[in-house]
């Protein structure tokens, strides 16, 4: 696995659509321009130069203390700071991210924030400095929320957490992780190619396993 695939673990989805589309090489200039847009906007403060949906984004993460006490507000707020890292982690430097993470820990939904939101945005920021260990740590607890998560969220915790045990050389437990999710992620989606080589490399030797892994759920038509 490459390192700028392995980069390409950590965006999360704005929408199925965009999720099915795989990124062409002509296409990498332009996001990173992008990012680069976004990562200026936060440190200054205003949204010159965003396109409207990160533009949206922008506005959201800067909600008031006020605006953040709602509970439906801070999922808002949570959507937009997962869409953040979509267009920006695996375009920009650690460095350059560093920078996004401050002002995202800057605004007031961050210090308002709690519990599974507060490690949402430490997670994202962990991913955004290639941080296994801490990926690991603040990404474990949030998979085990087990049915509060969307297909979509386990599906990226999934990956992530996978990836960090595979960065820190712990294959056994990434491998654990994989075959105990599998059947509830979605292997269409933008992470089915990533999932595929985790589970590969993680069961490396280990056929039975693999196979085991892959194989339909049985029982539910009779069979």
Known sequence: ??????????????????????????????????????????????????????????????????QCADRQAQETWKTAILNVSTMTAS??????????????????????ASGAHEAWADLLAAVAARNAAAIVRIGTPLLEAGPSLTKDERTYLTTVLATGYVRLGQLPQARDLL??????????????????????LATAGDKQTLARSQAPDSGADGS
């Open 179 to 200: 075959v105990a999710q599998w059947k509830q992620l979605d292997q269409g989606g933008e992470f089915a190619l990533s999932l595929t080589e985790l589970l590969s």
């Open 91 to 112: 375009y920009l430097s650690t460095a350059e991210l560093a920078d996004i993470w401050s002002a995202v820990r800057s605004t007031p939904c961050y210090r308002e």
């Open 1 to 66: 696995m490459t390192e700028t695939h392995t980069y390409q673990l950590t965006g999360y989805s704005r929408a199925p659509a965009e999720a099915k589309v795989t990124i062409r090489s002509f296409d990498r200039p332009e996001r990173v321009r992008r990012a680069l847009t976004i990562r200026q906007a936060l440190l200054d403060g205003r949204p010159e130069g965003l396109d409207k949906p990160s533009a949206i984004d922008f506005m959201l993460l800067r909600m008031s203390a006020a």
